[in-house]
């Protein structure tokens, strides 16, 4: 049965990093997009971060871009999630998710998700 398990949540203080890592099993994720999702209390999950199957394209949420890195290694099938220079505001649960077929941000497109990591930012 495929898998995704998140790592490397915490919490950390404004202005540091963390870096989340997502490790799929089950199934060969290589083929699939790779995203992460965030959800924050009281709000709906939103898209943050994806990366193509061959980690040659990468798309970010706009208040991530140049703070945050996706990466992956289809050797170790898993997905990294780079995240530098925290804002309180960044504070979520964080999923990775996995697709067949094209990029999407839309989080009901996506066939595969973790069960999320805690990231708190204090201020």
């Known amino acids: 049965q495929a898998q995704l398990v998140e790592s490397g949540g915490g919490l950390v203080q404004a202005g540091g990093s963390l870096r989340l890592s997502c490790a799929a099993s089950?199934?060969?994720?290589?083929?699939?997009?790779m995203g992460w999702f965030r959800q924050a209390p009281g709000k709906e999950r939103e898209f943050v971060a994806a990366?193509?199957?061959?980690?040659?394209?990468?798309y970010y949420e706009d208040s991530v871009k140049g703070r945050f890195t996706i990466s992956r290694d289809n050797a170790k099938n898993t997905v990294y999630l780079q995240m530098n220079s925290l804002k309180p505001e960044d504070t979520a649960v964080y999923y990775c998710?996995?697709?067949?077929?094209?990029?999407?941000?839309?989080?009901?497109?996506?066939?595969?998700w973790g069960q999320g990591t805690q990231v708190t930012v204090s201020s």
């Open positions: 990366i193509s199957w061959r980690g040659r394209s990468t």
């Open positions: 089950g199934r060969t994720f290589s083929s699939y997009f």
């Open positions: 998710a996995a697709k067949l077929g094209a990029m999407s941000t839309t989080l009901n497109e996506y066939d595969y």
